[in-house]
């Protein structure tokens, strides 16, 4: 596994999982035999044997460099795999060495200091940390959503604004069309053409 984590030095504890899961890796991307990959292709096989050798190689390794680098280095990364296992290789290092020597006493850094309030005394503090940035979010969740609801009720009063005047207008062309309805439109158009042979006879 030619990976960023696999060249640096580390305990043993690293080094022994690190090539556990090398072999992991290799296995797993090259599970799917040549047999597997002939079977699927068989036609392309047989007409170009060396091609889809290359092909099946190709996509093998392609497969153990993408579990390695685009995976197992992220996941690395992320949960500081390295220097934990380095971390617990030193802690089980020193408990046998003073299981060794026969020491059965207290931590020297802390005397009688019971397990479970060396745990509390690490965890708890992670987990105020945690327990804060929850609440900050979720303080600055509830900030944005009252801003989009105030928004909302914004959109929705301009909405019935909108309609409330659309109304109107619409009341009033309906009015104006009942009083156009109601004249006498024959009269009308007998005076105007009245109107327009006195203007011709005039003229």
């Known amino acids: 596994m030619a990976s960023n ?6 305990s043993k504890r690293w080094t022994y999982f690190h090539s556990a899961l090398q072999l992991a890796v290799q296995r797993s991307a090259h599970k799917w035999t040549y047999e ?7 036609l392309w096989c047989d007409e170009q044997p060396e091609n889809a050798a290359t092909i099946f ?3 093998s390794s392609r497969l153990e460099t993408s579990i390695t680098q685009e995976n197992c280095e992220e996941l690395f990364k992320k949960y500081n795999v390295k220097e934990n296992l380095d971390n617990l290789h030193a802690v ?37 940390k945690e327990r804060d940035r ?3 979010e979720l303080a600055q969740l509830t900030e944005e959503n009252n ?14 604004d909108a309609d409330a005047d659309a109304t109107k207008l619409l009341d009033t062309l ?11 439109l024959d009269d009308i158009q007998s005076w105007a053409l009245q109107t327009a042979e006195s203007a011709g006879s005039k003229a």
């Open 5 to 10: 984590a696999s060249t640096q030095a580390g």
């Open 36 to 42: 597997d990959f002939a079977e699927c292709f068989s």
């Open 57 to 59: 190689n190709l996509i």
């Open 92 to 128: 089980v290092s020193t408990a046998r060495t003073r299981r060794q020597t026969g020491y059965d006493g207290s931590d020297i850094w802390r005397e009688d200091l019971p397990p479970r309030a060396a745990v509390r005394a690490r965890t708890v503090p992670m987990l105020e």
């Open 134 to 136: 929850l609440r900050a």
């Open 147 to 160: 801003k989009l609801h105030h928004q909302m009720q914004l959109n929705v009063r301009a909405k019935d």
């Open 174 to 184: 309906d009015k104006a069309l009942a009083r156009w309805n109601q004249l006498p």
